[in-house]
């Protein structure tokens, strides 16, 4: 006899103590969906975590709650997270060689001496 | 009965209610269906006692009340005007469910209508909380829509709360004729008949949409006595358990 928790989400799920498995039931198994926070209008969203809910609708009403509570917030998204293509963790390969490429940094450009130029021209014209 | 005094007892019920009602939310703390609704409808609980406390506090300050924590938990359980619908016990979650949707919808209306309130404290109020009836009434509506499509056995549990709840919740707008009539020729707010026939056509549309049957007001008798000081067996218990840290010291400061 399995001792009944005193979290009645646990006693829902009917655990037994053999270790069969759990059948899920139609309903039972609900979407995660991945939240996405702005800080403010025009503003990137950035994420932040996840929320379980049966339908979108329902994943943004939680989210807000979860992520948007406390610190500024002035919109939120959610996409399923089946609805995101990723790379395979065994394709992290193909990136392995990006530290060596300095000269696809943007460092190369001497543009502060032209910005420095102009801003020495303005301030002459005054 | 002067104007003050009338006043008095429609934000005393307000704040009651809400205090009540957001009491017996919070009593959802810790065993809601899954950990992001009850961290969702604890901090909307928590909401609620702030709605309670932004209220006494006018009362105070603008009408010469008791400290808001004082009023809040030691009085009489007859000097309470709390309405029956927010005092039951929560029962299953669909009853929960149910009175939430009603009730913020009926905050909805009632703090629209006190935007342009002749009591200059009641507008900044109804302005700030806005936003946060807004969340409340889209995951009312967000909920009672999910389940009435979820089934027949949710569909039917759905119809059944609503009808347990609709009799309620018109004790919100329990009228109270004789600070209503001041109320009403000083501006206050247009007074609880005329907000009573706006939640019904608000919330009969959401119930459409919904697939739920709004009954009909004159098929079910109206629960009121709260207004009054006439609560149901479940508020004094309620009201010994909310009070209980705050009487062991009553000076303390938090």
């Keep these: ?126 | 009965m002067t104007k003050n005094d009338a006043l008095a007892r429609l934000l005393t019920s307000m704040a009651d209610d809400a205090l009540i009602q957001g009491h017996r939310n919070s009593e959802w703390t810790g065993l809601g269906p899954i950990m992001e609704e009850d961290i969702a409808f604890s901090s909307m609980a928590q909401d609620k006692i702030g709605h309670a406390w932004a209220l006494y506090r006018i009362l105070q300050e603008d009408l010469g009340g008791q400290d808001p924590d004082t009023f809040a938990f030691l009085r009489n359980e007859k000097d309470y005007r709390s309405c029956h619908f927010v005092e039951l016990p929560n029962g299953e979650y669909d009853f929960s469910l149910m009175r939430h949707f009603l009730f913020d919808h009926a905050e909805t209306i009632r703090y629209q209508q006190l935007r342009n309130s002749s009591f200059a404290p009641l507008r900044p109020l109804a302005e700030k909380l806005k936003g946060e009836i807004k969340y409340h009434t889209l995951h009312a509506n967000a909920w009672i829509t999910q389940l009435c499509r979820a089934g027949e056995e949710s569909y039917a549990r759905m119809q059944t709360a609503l009808n347990i709840c609709f009799p309620l919740a018109l004790g919100i707008f329990e009228p109270d004729n004789e600070a209503g009539e001041i109320l009403t020729a000083e501006g206050i707010y247009p007074g609880e008949a005329i907000l009573k026939e706006q939640w019904l056509d608000r919330v009969y549309n959401l119930c459409a949409a919904a697939g739920l049957n709004l009954p009909a007001e004159d098929a079910v008798t109206p629960v009121y006595g709260g207004r009054k000081g006439y609560h149901t067996e479940y508020l004094q218990p309620l009201l010994e358990e909310m009070g209980a840290v705050f009487r062991m010291d009553p000076q303390a400061t938090w």
Excluded at chain 1, 38 to 44: D, F, L, M, P, T
Aim: neutral net charge; hydrophobic residues 35%; charged residues 30%.
């Design chain 1, 1 to 126: 006899m399995t001792q009944p928790s005193l979290d009645p989400r646990v006693n829902r799920l009917h655990l037994r103590d053999s270790g069969e498995p759990v059948e899920v039931q139609e309903g039972e198994n609900w979407n995660s969906f991945e939240v996405f926070h702005q800080e403010k209008r025009g503003a990137h969203h950035e994420h932040v975590g996840c929320v379980h809910a049966p339908n979108a609708q329902l994943a943004l009403v939680f989210a807000k709650e979860q992520f948007a509570r406390r610190k500024k917030c002035v919109n939120l998204w959610v996409v399923r997270s089946a609805d995101i293509l990723a790379f395979n963790a065994e394709d992290e390969d193909m990136f392995a060689n990006n530290a060596e490429k300095t000269y696809r940094d943007a460092s190369g450009f001497k543009v502060m001496e032209k910005i420095n130029q102009f801003k020495k021209s303005t301030n002459d014209k005054k």
